[in-house]
């Protein structure tokens, strides 16, 4: 079992309509998580972070942590052509709070079409 | 405040060669963390030093070092390249507060022929 996973997609959502994508994580012990978008041939770009269960809006993202299921999720309401992206879940290493490393999952392809 | 930094943003480089790539965190961050990203594994965790120090190591084979200098510029070396290690290789700078944010420099392409 990979430590964080991701639908590859490519998930396809129409302009303006709610993206939602999903990510587990395997060890309970996990303390932050951290959405990434990354475009074709860029570096990965910090959207949201996420540490206590519940909801975190942004703007058009809300970030949604369940720790009792290990779930962690990215809501993109009104989705727009830019936000054509790969998005990178990614979760502290489970040995401790701030050691430098981040899993990260596959990744989520998400098209979105004018 | 100035972003991440690094360089050189693309390489070419050929079987046995060595290399040597730099990182520059944002002003007052102390941690660098170093991560590896090809189309077939995806970002994988190379590396973090913290004030000078490797406080954090990914699995990959010793021929990949790293270190940091007191002004918290990182550098990441790959000895003996093998085809395998062409990549794109990114650093991300933390402020190393409790919480561990991580943000990402722009990345250098390694291409090994």
């Known amino acids: 079992q990979k430590e964080v996973e991701q639908n590859s997609g490519p998930l396809s959502v129409p302009e303006g309509a709610i993206a939602s994508l999903n990510c587990t994580y395997s060890d309970r012990v996990s303390q932050s998580f951290f959405w990434y978008r990354q475009y074709s041939g860029k570096s990965p770009e910090l959207i949201m972070s996420i540490y206590s269960n519940g909801d975190k809006e942004d703007g058009r993202f809300t970030a949604q942590l369940n720790k009792a299921s290990q779930y962690v999720s990215l809501l993109i309401r009104d989705s727009q052509p830019s936000d054509s992206a790969t998005y990178l879940c990614?979760?502290?290493?489970?040995?401790?709070?701030?050691?430098?490393?981040?899993?990260f999952g596959q990744g989520t392809t998400l098209q979105v079409k004018p | 405040k100035a972003g991440v930094t690094q360089t050189p943003r693309y390489l070419i480089k050929t079987r046995g060669q060595q290399v040597t790539l730099s990182c520059s965190p944002i002003?007052?961050?102390?941690?660098v963390s170093w991560y590896q990203q090809t189309p077939g594994q995806g970002l994988q965790f190379l590396f973090e030093?913290?004030?000078?120090?490797?406080?954090n190591k990914g699995n990959f084979p010793g021929r990949f070092s790293g270190r940091q200098f007191s002004n918290s510029r990182s550098e990441m070396n790959v000895s003996t390249l093998e085809l395998g290690d062409s990549a794109l290789y990114l650093c991300?700078?933390?402020?190393?507060?409790?919480?561990?944010?991580?943000?990402f420099g722009p990345g250098t392409r390694l291409t090994v022929l």
């Open positions: 030093y913290f004030s000078e120090t490797q406080r």
């Open positions: 991300a700078s933390n402020s190393a507060s409790s919480t561990d944010t991580q943000y």
């Open positions: 002003s007052g961050h102390r941690s």
């Open positions: 990614a979760v502290n290493s489970p040995l401790g709070s701030n050691t430098g490393k981040l899993i």
